[in-house]
């Protein structure tokens, strides 16, 4: 069976890609992305969210933060009620422990042999740690080791998708080891523009490349891994979606198939900032003299805190007690989400601060992924929604208090000074509800378009067989139904596992 791989993008060896500490840097860069933006959001003053998204060999694993997760196990659970045979945690396990290979070693709820390493990294700002740990057991939370395994609720240190100092991407771990093959061709700066059909079954597709038009055969099948804003655009493209939808841009319908695009899910987020009471904070290693050095170090041995992350800790906790499981994801850094290189005299820094977030990991909005024409260059029309749900006003309400009981605690006092944001005048619901809607972001999770199920506004089946149709599959976080209760990588790593087994007609693996 020989595979071709078209990539829009480009390389993931630029070293601004491979640097940990440039994640931030990698994710904002107009080289590596799509430059996509959503349309303005009623529920959060009428911003339009910026969207990085990767074009690039590894796709969003080569731009993302590297935060190992896969979500609570009754997540995956929920799916299998939704009918989804096959995707339970006790089914999906497998897959994740066959991606993994965990620094904790072989056990079983960690691989140790998988081609994904999962490394907990040296972090220069670690000291801070036990601080927010103590402050976090005064509330009433747990602190744990691990969050997959007996205990998935508590505070902790997390673990990063890191391997020697460098970041353990899809295209790095997967894509790298089988460049050599010869049954394997990848062609980059190939922009895949429709799926070719031949009634219904999929039979290659078409694409440009270097001002050319082309297309490409399939003697078995087409695969589409593109995101949970470009699969269903693909399909939309193809005339696979909505009919009325496809007809009033000019695209003749070939098959209906009402959920391509919809159900858009995204976790959405908010910070808070305060002032740290050290100057022993992340912002003394952005000093550009210093990060010159740490820069040097890492492209030499691979260690030092460019090889690493400023993270703090994280934590898995419910917003209230009628939670069955954790909704929200905390998370504090001894940085600013806003800090830069300095250097005295020529460029200010922004000073010593902290910073808290939080996800809401359960979201009940909704949003779209719609064409805007039937250009296939042109980005397509995407809405969050955002907020559009009183459920999750509440919740990211209920998150900023925890945030800020957090931070306030006497444990944390020795670290923590001054409140900027939201600050001492937001005080009542109403307050804290006006500064969510005009602050609230999106953590870069977005599922759910392309959705598996099986009643009508399913996309794809349970085996990611585009519904109605032979040899089209979508393998990629677009195929989530529901939204998972944490970063949404090492999901979609185990949906390509699984996936691999159920495009050559493997059986389940075995728990």
């Not at 595979?3 to 107009?30: H, I, K, Q, T």
């Not at 399909?235 to 391509?260: K, M, N, T, Y």
């Not at 969050?384 to 209920?398: M, N, V, Y």
């Amino acid at each position: 069976m020989s595979v071709v791989l078209l990539e829009a993008g480009g390389s993931d060896a630029p070293a601004l890609l491979r640097m940990p500490l440039s994640w931030l840097a990698a994710a904002a860069s107009p080289r590596f992305g799509w430059g996509y933006e959503s349309e303005p959001e009623p529920d959060s003053g009428d911003r339009r969210m910026q969207i990085p998204r990767g074009r690039v060999l590894g796709g969003c694993s080569s731009i993302n933060g590297m935060i190992y997760a896969r979500g609570h196990s009754a997540d995956y659970d929920d799916w299998a009620r939704l009918g989804l045979t096959g995707w339970s945690f006790a089914e999906v396990l497998p897959y994740f422990r066959r991606s993994e290979r965990n620094w904790r070693g072989e056990s079983a709820f960690h691989g140790g042999g998988g081609p994904l390493a999962v490394t907990r990294v040296h972090d220069p700002q670690a000291w801070s740690r036990e601080v927010l740990f103590e402050a976090a057991r005064e509330l009433g939370y747990a602190c744990i080791d691990d969050s997959h395994g007996t205990t998935e609720e508590g505070f902790l240190v997390p673990d990063f998708t890191i391997v020697s100092g460098r970041r353990a991407s899809a295209s790095a771990q997967y894509l790298a080891p089988a460049r050599h093959r010869s049954n394997l061709t990848v062609l980059t700066g190939a922009l895949v523009t429709r799926v070719l059909l031949s009634g219904t079954r999929a039979v290659g597709v078409e694409y440009e490349h270097r001002g050319r038009h082309s297309r490409l055969h399939a003697e078995r099948e087409v695969v589409l891994a593109a995101g949970a804003f470009n699969s269903p655009k693909l399909l939309l493209l193809s005339g696979i979606g909505p009919a009325d939808e496809l007809r009033r841009i000019g695209i003749e319908p070939c098959h209906e198939l009402p959920g391509v695009g919809r159900n858009l899910q995204e976790h959405p987020t908010i910070f808070g900032l305060y002032r740290a009471r050290t100057a022993n904070t992340f912002e003394s290693q952005l000093r550009i003299d210093r990060l010159a050095y740490s820069i040097v170090r890492w492209m030499l041995f691979g260690n030092g805190p460019a090889a690493s992350m400023p993270f703090g800790i994280a934590g898995f906790c419910r917003s209230a007690l009628t939670c069955d499981r954790p909704d929200i994801q905390l998370m504090a850094t001894p940085t600013a989400m806003h800090a830069r290189p300095w250097l005295p005299l020529l460029r200010p820094g922004v000073g010593h601060f902290f910073s808290s977030g939080g996800l809401q990991l359960h979201p009940s909005s909704r949003g779209t992924v719609q064409l805007r024409s039937a250009d296939p260059r042109t980005p397509p029309r995407i809405r969050f929604g955002l907020l559009e749900q009183p459920t999750d006003r509440l919740a990211l309400r209920s998150c900023v208090r925890i945030m800020r009981s957090w931070m306030n605690t006497k444990a944390a006092a020795c670290l923590v000074g001054e409140e900027v944001s939201p600050g001492s005048a937001v005080r009542t619901d109403a307050e804290i509800d006006a500064y969510v809607r005009q602050n609230v972001g999106i953590s870069h999770h977005p599922v759910g378009t392309c959705a598996m199920g099986t009643t009508a506004d399913a996309v794809v089946d349970r085996e990611l067989q585009v519904r109605g149709l032979q040899d089209l599959r979508v393998v990629d976080a677009s195929v989530m139904p529901l939204i998972v209760g944490g970063n949404t990588n090492a999901p979609t790593m185990m949906i390509a596992e699984k996936a691999a087994d159920l495009i050559r007609g493997r059986p389940q693996a075995a728990a």
